[in-house]
């Protein structure tokens, strides 16, 4: 462009015309080259139709969680293989409750896997945790195999006998394209609470064969008040929970009425949960002081449900909301569930 800039220098509209066209040019491609950077360092979105807000592919190459089978050779064949030892199945579902349809990941880790590979293969044992990760919004799935390192550190601290074999469920939260739901359940909308729970333990007895074991749940950020929001209100399905940078009351979208608003906040109050269902959750939340999208909610939460549950408090020292200053706590995390999980 520098080179041909003398060449349109001329006073005409159509030389006037290019070079301000030129200049647009540049700078939408600035703009374009930095949100790509900037989706490759924290996996905020899947894909360019999940950026603008297309979905609709999806349901018509999606499977119901009822009609998938067994772990077959063919996925074994095409899953893909970590350099920890890990295998990472990648599948589109409509959720046979929620109907809605989406990507899941599951994980089985080295152990796992190598059962799955066995010659023989007699399924995954008894000898396992599961534990559903949420990402936050926007984000995808893929932030806890790549930026977050999720899976890399649940398979070195398996690796070093620090932490029990484990399943690992991803499942999509932001299930709607260009809508934070907060993975609730919208009355005459999206059943994202149902997706996340009852569709996911059907995806995992299905096709990779758990039990009725308890599961744990683990999330950052809008993940973090996912993960609260789901071991609350399904004590029949966790057991443990782990907020990283979370809080603790949905934080609606614009568009949703004062009615609805209303309704939502009253039926997913974590507290008046607490007092009508007792149960027996453990819970770690995990914060930092200089994270006041977090912190004071998760203060909050904590002096409001110590009568009611074991909750933990780890503060981070330093640093705000982002992956970098989490990434380190995901450790923490899977450690707290290998000493308090059954």
Same mark, same amino acid.
């Given at each position: 462009m520098v080179i041909f800039w003398p060449k349109l220098a001329k006073t005409s509209f159509r030389h006037i015309f290019i070079r301000v066209s030129s200049l647009i040019l540049i700078q939408v491609l600035i703009v374009v080259s930095a949100g790509i950077t900037i989706n490759r360092s924290g996996n905020f979105y899947e894909s360019w139709g999940d950026l603008f807000g297309s979905k609709k592919n999806l349901a018509?190459?999606?499977?119901?969680?009822?009609?998938?089978?067994?772990?077959?050779?063919k996925d074994l064949a095409t899953a893909t293989r970590t350099k920890g030892g890990s295998l990472i199945f990648k599948e589109v579902i409509t959720g046979a409750k929620s109907k809605v349809s989406d990507y899941v990941y599951v994980v089985a880790s080295p152990t796992i896997s190598k059962l799955l590979l066995a010659k023989n293969s007699t399924g995954i044992g008894t000898n396992y945790?599961?534990? =559903?990760l949420f990402p936050g919004y926007p984000g995808v799935p893929q932030t806890w195999i790549g930026t977050l390192g999720g899976i890399t550190t649940m398979e070195n601290l398996e690796n070093? #006998?620090?932490?029990?074999?484990?399943?690992?469920?991803?499942?999509?939260?932001?299930?709607?394209?260009?809508?934070?739901? =907060?993975?609730?359940?919208?009355? #005459?909308?999206?059943?994202? =609470?149902?997706w996340l729970t009852a569709d996911m333990k059907t995806l995992a007895k299905n096709f990779i064969g758990i039990d009725d074991r308890l599961w744990s749940s683990f999330g950052y950020s809008t993940g973090g008040w996912c993960a609260a929001e789901v071991a609350v209100r399904h004590p029949e399905q966790y057991g443990q929970a782990i907020s990283l940078?979370?809080?603790f009351e949905p934080t609606f979208a614009i568009g949703i009425n004062k009615r609805e608003r209303n309704f939502l906040s009253n039926k997913y109050n974590l507290i008046k949960t607490f007092k009508?269902?007792?149960?027996?959750?453990?819970?770690?939340?995990?914060?930092?002081?200089?994270?006041?999208?977090?912190?004071?909610?998760t203060k909050r939460f904590i002096a409001e449900s110590a009568q009611f549950i074991s909750v933990k408090?780890? =503060?981070?020292?330093? #640093?705000?909301?982002?992956?970098?200053? &989490?990434?380190?706590?995901?450790?923490? #995390?899977?450690? &707290?569930?290998?000493?308090v999980a059954p």
């Open positions: 018509k190459i999606a499977i119901s969680p009822t009609a998938l089978s067994a772990i077959s050779p945790q599961v534990v =559903e070093a #006998g620090q932490i029990k074999p484990t399943i690992a469920i991803i499942p999509a939260i932001n299930v709607v394209a260009g809508q934070d739901t =907060e993975c609730l359940n919208y009355v #005459g909308g999206a059943q994202v =609470e149902t940078a979370g809080y009508a269902n007792p149960s027996n959750l453990k819970m770690l939340t995990i914060a930092s002081k200089r994270d006041r999208y977090s912190y004071f909610s408090f780890d =503060e981070i020292p330093n #640093g705000g909301h982002n992956i970098k200053v &989490w990434k380190p706590y995901v450790t923490t #995390g899977f450690l &707290w569930l290998n000493s």
